[in-house]
């Protein structure tokens, strides 16, 4: 697979051992597909697909009126991991993040039968569960934080330059400190969260 500005050029064939390695448009590795494209992409459709199924199976078998925290708990044990898989290695952007925000806002329009996304936050809020961009930055964040402690992001590294700068982006954006402890991120996180509802007026 081949993946920067002449991704698309065909490539020659590469033999080993005797026998020819095909070129491909995609590989899937440790869960997570990556795709040839101009830069580093990854493609979620096959995990989409799963947390549909997933979603509307729960729906289904528990009926048209569901018990709200049971259905809630089964969907964040079963059916969202299938959708963030991964996903805090990944720095997302444009269509990848508009893409993942809308199947995970479904669950919200067809769990208490809303459109409108000022409904969908507000419901979220009151729910106890992340709007879907904020959920994301916190998996994103969370696993940045891990790889400092570790020291396995070196300052000096071209490579990691990218995720540092997520990094440090995602601390300034909810005032987290590197010590702070997992609650103590996940306050400041709906304290951002709060403040964003209240300033769209959404928050009464």
């Not at 769990?111 to 419901?123: G, N, V």
Request: aromatic content about 10%; hydrophobic content about 40%; charged content about 20%.
């Amino acid at each position: 697979m081949r993946i920067g500005p002449r991704f698309k050029v065909p490539c020659c064939k590469i033999d080993l051992d005797g026998n020819s390695l095909n070129w491909v448009s995609s590989i899937r590795h440790l869960g997570i597909t990556i795709r040839s494209a101009k830069g580093f992409s990854t493609c979620h459709l096959e995990a989409k697909q799963n947390f549909y199924k997933a979603s509307n199976g729960i729906l289904h078998c528990l009926g048209s009126n569901p018990n709200i925290s049971l259905t809630l708990n089964l969907l964040y044990k079963i059916a969202i991991p299938m959708l963030t898989y991964g996903i805090g290695a990944l720095s997302l952007r444009g269509t990848e993040l508009s893409s993942l925000c809308f199947a995970f806002n479904s669950l919200t329009c067809k769990l208490f039968k809303i459109k409108k996304i000022s409904h969908i936050r507000l419901t979220q809020y009151f729910s106890s569960c992340f709007e879907a961009e904020h959920l994301l930055n916190y998996l994103r964040l969370g696993f940045l934080l891990k790889q400092v402690n570790n020291g396995k992001l070196i300052i000096s590294c071209p490579l990691d330059e990218p995720d540092l700068e997520d990094f440090n982006d995602l601390l300034t954006l909810y005032g987290v400190n590197v010590n702070d402890s997992r609650n103590l991120i996940k306050f400041k996180i709906w304290e951002k969260i709060k403040l964003s509802l209240l300033t769209a007026g959404i928050l009464p």
